[in-house]
């Protein structure tokens, strides 16, 4: 990791120290979601009226829709009554050193290389975040805002930038959506904003790769990113770890808007909690990400990892509107043991010239189902528009499953759209061959599917890549023999 | 070095091998010959040890350890090498990157340093001379849209670099053309040394004329039931495995 790198993480950390945890006295409000609580959350906040206003509609909304019930994942009815909305984080709670956790989280943490104080506050071991670096950060955010660029929490953003959170807040994903997005919008905890000026182009990755406080917004985070004209800004969600979190549902929004020869990268490690080997527990990752490509020649890149969670069901999509506008999606989504992943993409082509590409790459192992969902629509107006997709399958065993959903939809004669689907089983004889040159099982397990993932994994920005490498063999142990 | 004795094996309840005996020690080469379904290839499939192919009787001691109770990747890290008859493919894997980690695994189980990237460009340079390939293949998936030719020259690069104490070369001259062939012998040649030693699965004579075996054994029915020097392998070449068959035949029918 570059040391740019490492003081953005500090950085991100920091806006989170200041931009959440000092706003909120601890404390926890009673379990359901009614207007009250709602209320509640903004009060918390200190949120602006036309805030409250907007998650009282959203919540309205959610109160007369429906859960979905097309993906091709099954888990027990969730009883949205029965869950907090908003719990200030307690340190306390956590454990009280690592002795106290469990020691195969501790294992694969040390596999993924991780420092032991990072794995202190991965596992929530009650420390107090060293931040001595204060100073470096703030030459960061000074420098960033030299150039105009907002980087900061989303709460931040409601207080400091309102005109331009209320213009775009819901511009991409309305808050009636979807059913999670509906969710979301009524009781999204806090998230990050970004706003890169017109001719701008972000010298650094920008991360919230907090891993310091990430535990405490997960839950239902709120992401907007705006790219001005001309602009270029490179943004990593996640995280390669293993997070202790107590919330079994997660419903994240994230929209993006990128104007006239923008170009926004988005990319995702996700290992959320995935359960036990038998399927008990582990997270529901039900996410809205969605980008529109407002203006000529906007690009929208998404590039996601997806290795954790019980049950994802994630569709990071984008509105080609601008002409000659371009969308990209790059997926890797591994599913072991009883994990569900129904993911894919939706790319909307309205404006002429516009293009996109699909590249999706499932790895399923043990009982886990894996599907490919993908939606390619080329409007009316959409002259020459093109797409590409490709979804491949790798299945690990004889007890997993792989499943191929795509949906195209062709309204202008012109449009050009192709597909390839493949699936394949991981060979012995691949596995014999690294074997017999002196290569673990596991090591040519992961061999394998790094290189069945090249495609995608050469996406990502280097360090999140090297990470992901490692955690593509991590979550695969045990698979095989 | 490596010492057969009475090795039986079978897969899916069928016996292949029927009693294997043999010796080899450092420097020797031995060539192991014998018609289609003799059990030449199940006979390396056993050594590397390949899962499907039970050993039901007979042991096997490889550089004084029981080689039979190690699995494949201990096998290799101890110095046996299997040239494959088809070697595979493994899409997106670059070949740099696999042949460095095979080769650190080995390093580390021989108590060295591992390479660094850096320090393995030069020893592969080197190498890939040695079986006259290009540094461009460094850059392709292992054995990814190679011909069969390129697949059997990558088997002996991998050989090369590995230095094993034993290699076995399983079919390595099936379906190369003549000038292929000399060049995978030449490779194996300038690897000979009193260290190390060679078993050199064919079915045709034609590899033993560029790789000089110190020993010649015909493999039939699972059992080896003829051994020599190279002279019995010229033999073979003018007068094919019929008579083997036939004298066996005949010792059965006593």
């Known amino acids: 990791m570059t040391e740019e790198m490492e003081t953005l993480h500090e950085f991100t950390n920091q ?10 006295e601890s404390d926890t409000l009673p379990k359901g979601l009614n207007e009250d609580i709602i209320r509640a959350i903004s009060a918390k906040k200190a ?30 009815p969730i009883d949205y009554q029965d869950i907090v909305y ?84 819901g511009s991409v994903v309305p808050p009636g959506d979807n059913f999670f997005a509906a969710l979301n919008s009524a009781v999204f905890s806090d998230g990050s904003f970004v706003y890169v000026p017109k001719g701008v182009r972000c010298p650094m990755e920008l991360s919230t790769y907090f891993r310091i406080n990430a535990q405490f917004t997960g839950q239902f985070e709120r992401t907007l990113i705006i790219a001005e004209e001309g602009s270029y800004v490179s943004y990593l969600e996640g995280c390669t770890a293993p997070m202790r979190d107590e919330n079994q549902l997660h419903a994240a929004v994230v929209e993006l808007v990128a104007h006239d020869n ?75 043991n009883y994990q569900q992943a129904d993911t ?23 009982f886990g189902q894996n599907s490919y969902r993908g939606q390619v629509k080329i409007l009316k107006n959409a002259t020459n528009a093109r797409n590409f997709s490709q979804c491949d399958s790798l299945l690990i065993g004889d007890k997993c499953g792989a499943h191929t959903f795509p949906y195209i939809e062709v309204k202008n004669s012109t449009g050009q759209v192709e597909h390839e689907a493949t699936t394949s089983k991981i060979g012995e004889d691949q596995i014999f061959y690294l074997n017999q040159r002196g290569i673990s099982t596991e090591d040519a397990v992961s061999m394998i599917v790094n290189g069945f993932c090249k495609e995608v994994l050469a996406e990502l920005p280097m360090e999140f890549a090297v990470e992901a490498q490692k955690l593509l063999g991590v979550s695969l142990e045990g698979s095989v023999g | ?47 590397a040890g390949r899962e499907e ?30 040239a494959f008859q088809y070697p595979v493919e493994i899409p997106g894997v670059n070949s740099s990157y696999f042949l460095r980690t095979a080769l650190n695994e080995i390093r580390q189980h021989r108590g060295l340093e591992k390479v660094s990237a850096m320090e393995f460009l030069k020893i592969i340079r080197e190498k890939l001379q040695l079986v006259e390939m290009d540094e461009k293949f460094l850059k392709r998936s292992v054995n990814e849209g190679f011909s069969g030719g390129e697949k059997k020259r990558n088997e002996i690069l991998q050989m090369a670099t590995l230095e094993p104490r034993l290699a076995v070369l399983d079919e390595t001259d099936s379906g190369l053309d003549i000038d292929a062939l000399k060049i995978v012998a030449n490779g194996v040649n300038k690897l000979r040394s009193k260290d190390n030693a060679f078993i050199v699965v064919t079915h045709y004579q034609r590899l033993l004329n560029y790789i000089i075996p110190d020993f010649v054994h015909v493999l039939y029915q699972g059992k080896i039931v003829k051994s020599g020097d190279k002279e019995l392998a010229l033999h073979l070449e003018d007068y094919g495995y019929d008579w083997i068959k036939e004298e066996n035949s005949r010792s059965e029918r006593w």
């Open chain 2, 1 to 47: 070095m490596l010492s057969i004795k009475n090795l039986h094996a079978a897969v899916a309840g069928n016996e292949i091998l029927k009693g294997i005996d043999l010796e080899v020690k450092a420097g020797q080469v031995h060539a192991i010959m014998g018609p289609n379904g003799s059990g030449k290839s199940t006979l390396a499939a056993v050594l």
């Open chain 1, 15 to 24: 806006e989170y120290k200041y931009g959440f945890v000092t706003d909120i």
């Open chain 1, 47 to 76: 949120e602006p009226d036309w805030m409250l206003q907007w998650r009282l509609t959203a919540f309205r909304n959610w109160s007369k829709m429906e859960e979905p019930t097309w993906a091709n994942v099954k888990f027990n």
């Open chain 1, 86 to 169: 908003y719990a200030a984080p307690k340190k306390s709670d956590g454990p009280k050193s690592l002795d106290e956790v469990d020691p195969a989280i501790l294992e694969m943490y040390n596999k993924l290389g991780i420092p032991l104080h990072e794995q202190e506050v991965l596992a929530g071991v009650a420390v107090d975040a060293v931040l001595d670096s204060v100073s470096v950060a703030t030459t960061f955010k000074e420098k960033l805002s030299d150039l105009g660029i907002i980087f900061c929490s989303f709460s931040e953003a409601v207080r400091e930038h309102p005109e331009l959170v209320k213009k775009y807040l």
């Open chain 2, 53 to 82: 192919f039970e050993v039901t009787r007979g042991t096997v001691s490889f550089a004084g350890k029981d080689l039979l109770g190690l699995a494949p990747e201990e096998r290799a890290r101890e110095g046996l090498f299997l």
């Open chain 1, 262 to 336: 923008a170009t926004i990268k988005y990319s995702t490690v996700q290992n959320w909690y995935p359960g036990d080997k038998e399927g008990k527990g582990g997270i529901y990752n039900f996410v809205t990400k969605r980008g529109l490509c407002k203006g000529v020649g906007a690009k929208i890149s998404w590039t996601q990892v997806e290795t954790g969670s019980a049950i994802t069901w994630k569709y990071p999509g984008c509105v080609l509107q601008g002409d000659h506008s371009v969308g990209e999606f790059y997926s890797v989504a591994l599913t072991n």
């Open chain 1, 344 to 366: 894919g993409t939706k790319m909307i082509h309205i404006g002429k010239n516009t293009s996109s590409t699909i590249v999706s790459k499932g790895i399923s192992a043990g």
